[in-house]
């Protein structure tokens, strides 16, 4: 049986023009291929050796996860061959995928999280791989097939998270992370939809509402004419106030401003969370805290705030992880200003959003909000804004009860 297995590249590109890593099996000169789920740019592939150029952030992940999937077709056509099958390159392709392990749940969890790793989506993986070993040390196994995973299951694991005193929310976001790696066990053909746990007449996935709180008026005031604050509570002051003077610009946007995003009188920038390129006009009150920073400005190219000045920009997860360690450094300063001036609401970078919708309530066309907030939908922006909209209820309420 004249038969090989081998790593390609294929010349699919995807949106980004990455392309796909694939398992090609071949028998009598035929060929079919099995896709590993990650995509690499050509500039990063050596084509010689058959692996991922060190110059990829990934390289030695994807070069592991090559070399252990080569390992496992490699053993199945040895085997197979020791038996004298003579079988097609697509039923040697069966053969060798439906005999590996890849039907448990932590099998393709990881591939889901290694996904999630390569594309750089590194809050996203750090939030999922939490919430995928709640699943496992829950099973007390990772041998947990998806057959295993009915409704009553889901049930007595929500019961286990309610243990842990996780908030419905968080319970909502573990259920999420099963159905999504549940899904793509069933488009891979490890597991029959019939077996799905999901949907109308089963497991229903309802998120709960929230409560959105943000600064009044006259807090905000407040906040920006606290007096006595340190050098680091000015700073923390400092990246509040440029976010609500944004319409609530997110944190990891925000540290990544340069001078060179500023020009003609406007802020330009390209958000993180879905690519889109924004152009806002500058506010008066913004001017001060630009001039604030101005004496450590090195260049155009310099950030204007100081926390990703020493990232390393090569490295996704340098960049996530000075991020990180900023925001949760300026949300604890936060706090103490708010002590400063006696307001009783807690506080972070995040609720700078809340307090622009709190602020604008039903004063700006939705359609106007919807570009400031940067959503994708304008029913996103609909329901973001109802958290802030209470005049109607409030008159008719009065209306009823003013007799």
Same mark, same amino acid.
């Given at each position: 049986?004249?038969?090989?297995?081998?790593?390609?590249?294929? #010349?699919?590109?995807?949106?980004?023009?990455?392309?796909?890593?694939?398992?090609? /099996?071949?028998?009598?000169?035929?060929?079919?291929?099995?896709?590993?789920?990650?995509?690499?740019?050509?500039?990063?592939?050596?084509?010689?050796?058959?692996?991922?150029? #060190? @110059?990829?952030?990934?390289?030695?992940?994807?070069?592991?996860?090559?070399?252990? !999937?080569?390992?496992?077709?490699?053993?199945?056509? &040895?085997?197979?061959?020791?038996?004298?099958?003579?079988?097609?390159?697509?039923?040697?392709?069966?053969?060798?995928?439906?005999?590996?392990?890849?039907?448990?749940?932590?099998?393709?969890?990881?591939?889901?999280?290694? %996904?999630?790793?390569?594309?750089?989506?590194?809050?996203?993986?750090?939030?999922?791989?939490?919430?995928?070993?709640? =699943?496992?040390?829950?099973?007390?196994?990772?041998?947990?097939?998806?057959?295993?995973?009915?409704? %009553?299951?889901?049930?007595?694991?929500?019961?286990? =998270?309610?243990?842990?005193?996780?908030?419905?929310?968080?319970? +909502?976001?573990?259920? +999420?992370? /099963?159905?999504?790696?549940?899904? *793509?066990? $069933?488009?891979?053909?490890?597991?029959?939809?019939?077996?799905?746990?999901?949907?109308?007449?089963?497991?229903?996935?309802?998120?709960?509402?929230?409560?959105?709180?943000?600064?009044?008026?006259?807090? &905000?005031?407040?906040?920006?004419?606290? !007096?006595? =604050?340190? @050098?680091?509570?000015?700073?923390? *002051?400092?990246?509040?106030?440029?976010?609500?003077?944004?319409?609530?610009?997110?944190?990891?946007?925000? =540290?990544?401003?340069?001078?060179?995003?500023?020009?003609?009188?406007?802020?330009?920038?390209?958000?993180? #969370?879905?690519?889109?390129?924004?152009?806002?006009?500058?506010?008066?009150?913004?001017?001060?805290?630009?001039?604030?920073?101005?004496?450590?400005?090195?260049?155009? %190219?310099?950030? /204007?705030?100081?926390?990703? #000045?020493?990232?390393?920009?090569?490295?996704?997860?340098? &960049?996530?992880?000075?991020?990180?360690?900023?925001?949760?450094?300026?949300?604890?300063?936060?706090?103490?200003?708010?002590?400063?001036?006696? &307001?009783?609401?807690?506080?972070?970078?995040?609720?700078?959003?809340?307090?622009?919708?709190?602020?604008?309530?039903?004063?700006?066309? $939705?359609?106007?909000?919807?570009?400031?907030?940067?959503?994708?939908?304008?029913?996103?922006?609909?329901?973001?804004?109802?958290?802030?909209?209470?005049?109607?209820?409030?008159?008719?309420?009065?209306?009823?009860?003013?007799?």
């Amino acid at each position: 049986m004249s038969s090989n297995s081998k790593v390609v590249l294929r #010349k699919k590109p995807n949106k980004k023009g990455w392309y796909p890593l694939a398992i090609r /099996i071949t028998k009598n000169r035929r060929s079919t291929y099995h896709y590993l789920g990650h995509y690499v740019d050509l500039t990063h592939w050596d084509e010689k050796n058959l692996r991922v150029k #060190k @110059s990829h952030p990934n390289a030695s992940s994807l070069n592991s996860l090559i070399s252990s !999937k080569i390992l496992e077709a490699n053993k199945t056509l &040895v085997k197979l061959q020791s038996n004298s099958k003579d079988l097609s390159a697509n039923q040697i392709k069966d053969a060798i995928y439906t005999q590996s392990n890849s039907n448990t749940f932590n099998e393709i969890a990881n591939d889901y999280l290694f %996904e999630l790793e390569s594309l750089n989506k590194l809050s996203q993986l750090s939030a999922d791989k939490v919430r995928v070993n709640h =699943l496992i040390n829950f099973y007390k196994s990772k041998q947990l097939s998806f057959e295993e995973i009915d409704e %009553e299951f889901i049930r007595k694991f929500k019961i286990y =998270l309610n243990k842990l005193n996780l908030s419905e929310r968080s319970i +909502v976001n573990n259920l +999420v992370v /099963i159905r999504t790696i549940f899904n *793509r066990a $069933i488009k891979r053909k490890v597991v029959d939809r019939k077996y799905y746990p999901f949907g109308f007449g089963k497991i229903r996935i309802k998120f709960p509402e929230t409560e959105k709180v943000g600064l009044s008026k006259e807090e &905000v005031i407040q906040f920006e004419c606290a !007096k006595n =604050l340190t @050098s680091n509570e000015t700073h923390a *002051r400092n990246m509040w106030l440029f976010s609500l003077y944004f319409a609530g610009i997110r944190v990891a946007d925000l =540290l990544s401003i340069k001078w060179s995003d500023i020009y003609d009188g406007r802020l330009h920038y390209r958000m993180n #969370k879905n690519s889109k390129l924004l152009s806002l006009k500058l506010p008066e009150k913004v001017l001060p805290i630009l001039k604030y920073y101005k004496s450590d400005k090195q260049s155009d %190219e310099d950030f /204007i705030f100081p926390e990703m #000045k020493k990232a390393d920009l090569n490295n996704p997860k340098d &960049v996530y992880a000075k991020i990180k360690t900023a925001t949760k450094k300026i949300n604890k300063y936060l706090i103490n200003i708010l002590e400063k001036i006696q &307001v009783d609401k807690k506080v972070t970078m995040h609720t700078a959003r809340h307090t622009f919708g709190h602020i604008s309530e039903d004063k700006i066309p $939705i359609k106007t909000l919807q570009k400031l907030y940067r959503h994708s939908s304008i029913t996103t922006t609909i329901n973001y804004q109802a958290n802030f909209i209470h005049k109607d209820a409030d008159d008719a309420l009065d209306n009823v009860i003013n007799f």
